[in-house]
């Protein structure tokens, strides 16, 4: 067997396609269908940061972002670990190969194939790490913003000012949402051990419960009201 098999590249294939197209996926059916999780609540974080500008005492406000920013926090840590195991086993040479295959239900036909399933999901929670990283940057952005939220101002002058916000807070929670994603994909990746249908598999189970929660589940269909309550 070769270093990638025809079925090998089709599943390595199928994963980079459905890893790196889900967002514009996502956003079509959310340009097309609406009802769309991530879309839905830029229209609550907005009305958020239009309550948190007219609002005397923010504390609240500060409290809820900062647990936000401490999930972040963890599972920004929690990636990292991953990432030194999965660098520790890549690096681990022709003894941790030799471990590796010598389970049954791993399929591993060279070191290189070995390496190379292993470097996948490296990467999957490298491009998951950073952007928890930007995440957390961008919250830090967003509580300096809660701090200069004027104290006498127009309705006009805070609606507007909390428009802004949520330019930044937006952004920031949308990573954080890709960063948490990275592990669903880091799984489907990881599949790839146990075979080329296996990854397959996965990968499509991987993007249809992520579909799914982000438009059939009940937290997305309470969303969509919530929008369309607040719209309305």
């Given amino acids: ?51 948190m500008s007219a609002r005397d005492n923010r504390f609240m406000d500060g409290q809820l972002l900062g647990h936000a920013l401490s999930s972040a926090s963890f599972f920004a840590s929690s990636n990292l670990i991953l990432i030194a195991a999965i660098a520790s086993g890549l690096f681990g040479g022709e003894r941790t190969f030799r471990s590796a295959s010598s389970l049954v239900v791993l399929q591993t036909s060279s070191r290189l194939l070995f390496e190379g399933q292993l470097a996948l999901v490296l990467v999957t929670l490298a491009r998951g ?18 701090g200069a939220s004027p104290l006498v101002a127009t309705p006009e002058q805070q609606s507007h000012y909390g428009d802004i916000a949520a330019r930044l807070l937006n952004p920031a929670l949308s990573s954080f949402n890709q960063g948490v994603r990275a592990y669903y994909f880091a799984l489907a990746a990881a599949a790839w051990l146990f075979g080329p249908v296996a990854c397959i ?19 997305a269909l309470a969303i969509a009201d919530l929008r369309k309550l607040l719209e309305g």
């Fill in 129 to 146: 790490l950073l952007d928890f990283m930007w995440s957390i940057r961008q919250m830090n952005y967003c509580l300096a913003a809660f």
């Fill in 1 to 51: 067997m070769t270093l990638l098999s025809p079925l090998n590249f089709a599943a390595l294939a199928f994963f980079v396609i459905c890893w790196l197209g889900y967002q514009p996926i996502l956003r079509t059916l959310a340009h097309h269908r609406g009802g769309v999780i991530n879309t839905d609540m830029t229209v609550i974080r907005t009305a958020w940061m239009r309550n």
């Fill in 201 to 219: 598999g996965v990968t499509t189970g991987a993007m249809a419960l992520l579909l799914w929660r982000q438009r059939r589940s009940r937290a």
